[in-house]
């Protein structure tokens, strides 16, 4: 079946403009992650969704920083007033039970968005 | 805080010799445990998972990692390594009850004709 897309491959924007990235989790996958991945480090996480319901954004590195989740499907994390430290590749996952149920845990990712603010 | 510490950034080996590439977190409560590859030019992928049950988990391509709750561990060992194997290897750790997934810097293996 499909696996997680992510939209756009590829964003390069100029520094104080707003941009929207797109997350299509795999069908019926109730939880949705979403990561930053700098030129060298790890996966910072920052934000969860279960259903449509975001239990932690702590993960979120400032209030330019924002995520949706409709339907229990699609979602879009918002970027407003970009910065040049935005610059990095954003990571969706999704997985296919919640946390709640307990039995499967992994995730699945999707090939990322390269975000570039110039 | 939670953190996952991957000891080495880069693992340069010699093709069909022995790999180990370390995994420490830092805390000894109950935890999920993860490695993901990335293959270049490729998405992230799940490698192996220890849940519960036996410590030592088993990948389909010959990796094994073994989980030691008194050191914290949960190092990724491959007998023999082929060229294909070069990658990018997260670990990753999430602590039971919870939903957050820690991931570690990533060890990148070179592998060497």
């Known amino acids: 079946g499909a696996g997680v897309s992510q939209s756009p491959s590829n964003k390069v924007t100029e520094k104080g403009k707003d941009v929207e990235l797109r997350c299509d989790p795999i069908?019926?996958?109730?939880?949705l992650y979403w990561y930053r991945q700098s030129l060298g480090q790890g996966l910072e996480f920052l934000i969860y969704?279960?259903?449509?319901?975001?239990?932690?954004k702590s993960g979120l590195p400032s209030d330019r920083f924002s995520a949706e989740r409709t339907g229990g499907s699609v979602s879009t994390l918002t970027i407003q007033r970009t910065q040049q430290e935005d610059s990095a590749v954003y990571l969706c996952?999704?997985?296919?039970?919640?946390?709640?149920?307990?039995?499967?845990?992994?995730?699945?990712f999707g090939p990322g968005t390269r975000l570039t603010v110039t | 805080a939670q953190s996952v510490t991957q000891l080495d950034s880069q693992v340069p080996v010699f093709e069909e010799a022995p790999v180990e590439l370390r995994c420490n977190y830092s805390s000894s409560v109950s935890v999920y445990l993860f490695w993901y590859v990335q293959y270049p030019n490729q998405g992230l992928q799940l490698l192996l998972k220890?849940?519960?049950?036996?410590?030592l988990v088993e990948s389909i391509n010959g990796f094994e990692a073994e989980f030691n709750k008194s050191q914290t561990s949960f190092h990724l060992r491959k007998p023999s390594v082929h060229i294909s194997d070069t990658a990018e290897y997260f670990c990753a750790v999430t602590y039971t009850g919870g939903f957050k997934t820690i991931f570690g810097a990533g060890t990148r293996l070179f592998v060497k004709a």
């Open positions: 220890y849940l519960s049950g036996s410590t």
């Open positions: 069908s019926g996958h109730t939880a």
């Open positions: 996952a999704s997985s296919p039970r919640s946390w709640l149920a307990g039995s499967s845990y992994e995730q699945y």
């Open positions: 969704f279960q259903g449509n319901s975001a239990p932690d």
